[in-house]
């Protein structure tokens, strides 16, 4: 028998409250083995992964009686769902939602130390990383791939953060950036409203910040292949990309992979605000690939300093303001992946 329904915990942070005693008060029986956690988070896509519940529900009795369904209710909830997972009896972790609910969950397998897999359902309003593994948005079709037999290991970026008082480190699986898109992520944060959140109110809301924006100076030092470079310049702003994708399948960055050990970063110059109006539809295609004052550098790491108050967002998730250091960790993560592209990367590691 499926059993699934709402934590009524107090929020993580309390003293005395433990995930896996709320977990197992609400499922009143541990997990079989080779059983999977669906990690919801209603909200996400303005409101479309709370929708599928339903239907999830009823997937999951005919072909995983053994799963288990929770739903989020408060920031950072997945990640400790996904922290104690292994300790609850679960084989895997699946992230349903979009790309803010799969970064709390591979944070919180990489902190209980990175013993399970994280699967994805994508139903949010970005899904990035999931394009970037080649996974289907089609429900029926991601559901299959998440209670397969598929695996690969992924890299992961982790950004550091401090203040002077207080050091913050999160890792991010599809993209970072700095400037302009985390200005427009810090504004999409704040919207309730699901038109607000969905493509026309991401346009309108970049539109209405790149009519008041200013380029960012900012102070760069990146570790390449070639060894180490520093610059100064000023930008529209700067992606971190560990995939092709970000913003809702713009390809920021169209070489990137997610299995090569290294972080793409794209540098949009000092472009006015007509010229960076006219270039960001062809986001989405990579045709600012070729535009002069687009450049990408190949990174194992990175630092950004400059304007105070220049934001940050990881995997579209506000993350405070500059100054920021990235790198990556080579294959971190184990991703469950539809069997082609586990084909694919096993030939390209030779394993």
Do not use: K
């Not at 072909?63 to 288990?68: K, T, W, Y």
């Amino acid at each position: 028998m499926l059993a699934a329904g709402r934590l009524a915990p107090p929020l993580p942070g309390v003293d005395g409250w433990s995930p896996l005693d709320a977990m197992a008060r609400t499922i009143r029986s541990m997990p079989e083995v080779s059983a999977p956690l669906f990690v919801v988070n209603p909200v996400a896509g303005r409101g479309r992964a709370g929708q599928i519940l339903p239907w999830l529900r009823g997937e999951l009795r005919r072909r995983s009686p053994a799963a288990r369904i929770v739903e989020t209710e408060a920031a950072g909830h997945a990640v400790a769902l996904a922290r104690d997972a292994a300790r609850a009896g679960f084989d895997r972790v699946v992230a349903v939602g979009g790309d803010g609910t799969a970064q709390e969950v591979l944070n919180g397998l990489l902190d209980g130390g990175g013993l399970l897999p994280m699967a994805l359902l994508p139903r949010g309003s970005g899904n990035d990383l999931a394009r970037g593994v080649g996974l289907s948005l089609g429900l029926d079709d991601a559901l299959t791939v998440a209670l397969g037999s598929g695996r690969t290991r992924v890299d992961v970026g982790r950004a550091t953060r401090s203040d002077g008082s207080e050091t913050t480190v999160r890792h991010f699986g599809a993209a970072g950036g700095v400037g302009f898109d985390a200005q427009v992520a810090a504004v999409m944060a704040g919207r309730h409203q699901a038109w607000q959140r969905g493509r026309i109110g991401y346009a309108l809301s970049t539109i209405w910040e790149l009519q008041r924006y200013q380029n960012r100076s900012l102070q760069l030092t990146f570790e390449t292949a070639d060894g180490s470079r520093e610059e100064e310049r000023r930008v529209l702003f700067v992606a971190i990309a560990n995939g092709a994708y970000y913003g809702g399948g713009m390809q920021i960055c169209p070489a990137a992979t997610v299995s090569d050990g290294w972080l793409d970063v794209c540098l949009v110059g000092d472009l006015s605000r007509f010229e960076a109006l006219r270039q960001l539809p062809g986001l989405y295609r990579g045709a600012h690939a070729t535009h002069p004052a687009v450049e990408f550098v190949r990174v194992r790491w990175l630092e950004i300093s400059g304007d105070a108050d220049t934001r940050i967002h990881l995997d579209g998730e506000p993350f405070g303001v500059l100054p920021l250091q990235v790198e990556v960790v080579p294959l971190a993560l184990t991703l469950v992946v539809p069997a082609a592209t586990q084909e694919r990367a096993s030939g390209a590691t030779g394993t």
